[in-house]
């Protein structure tokens, strides 16, 4: 069974950073796009930072030049670093990747369990 397991989430002040992990573990063939989605209170989910298996990236407007996506594929972790945090990125966020994998070997979408982000004085 495939599982991502989040961890790095948090109480941080307005300017501060914090780092995201996510790391996929079971019975899996590959690991094709990771992604982070935020929600907020009362807020659709909505992508934040998205990477391809080759280390395409992509964006919110909103985080470019704060946030950095990266993966680590040997280890199947994707992070993300967070710098200059400011109230508005208050949210649970989310890890997403698709992964082919002995139950699902087309491929499926799967999530983390989200971990609460707190930008705050």
């Known amino acids: 069974q495939v599982q991502l397991v989040e961890s790095g989430g948090g109480l941080v002040q307005p300017g501060g950073s914090l780092r995201l992990s996510c790391a996929a573990s079971?019975?899996?063939?590959?690991?094709?796009?990771m992604g982070w989605y935020r929600q907020a209170p009362e807020k659709q989910r909505e992508l934040v930072a998205a990477?391809?298996?080759?280390?395409?990236?992509n964006y919110k407007d909103s985080v470019k030049g704060r946030f950095t996506i990266s993966r680590d594929n040997a280890k199947k972790t994707v992070y993300l670093q967070m710098n200059s945090l400011k109230p508005e990125d208050t949210a649970v966020y989310y890890c997403?990747?698709?992964?082919?994998?002995?139950?699902?070997?087309?491929?499926?979408?799967?999530w983390g369990q989200g971990t609460q982000v707190t930008v705050s004085a």
């Open positions: 997403n990747a698709h992964i082919r994998s002995v139950r699902y070997p087309a491929g499926y979408d799967y």
């Open positions: 079971g019975s899996i063939f590959s690991i094709n796009d």
């Open positions: 990477i391809s298996s080759g280390g395409s990236t």
